[in-house]
């Protein structure tokens, strides 16, 4: 899925406008790890933090890359906001949209 968004979105990883230089992101259910990789590629300076319910990611990543098994639609612990919250592919996989947009926000 990450290879087929990125086709057709002309090799970009976000449309989003998040300027040259974030410096934290978040992929909700990052899967196989591929786009939090890419990302810590493309951004070296930002922390990029992959959050998926099943331990399948990646063990060799960027140093700037950290994976956590965690249920994204549990209270967020993080104890600084992002600058991108990303998420793909997931109109599935969340029971409560509403809360867990509110949650980026905060």
Known sequence: MHEMFTVI?????????IGTAPGRILDV???TGLWCISMGDLYPMAEVIGVDIS?????LVPTNVRFEVDD???DWTYSQPFDY???????A??????RLIQQCYE
């Open 9 to 17: 979105n002309d090799g970009k990883l976000h449309l989003a406008p």
């Open 29 to 31: 259910g990052a899967g």
């Open 55 to 59: 331990p399948s990611m990646p063990t």
């Open 72 to 74: 994204a639609e549990e």
């Open 85 to 91: 919250v990303h998420g793909r592919y997931m109109a």
């Open 93 to 98: 996989a969340i029971k409560d949209w509403p």
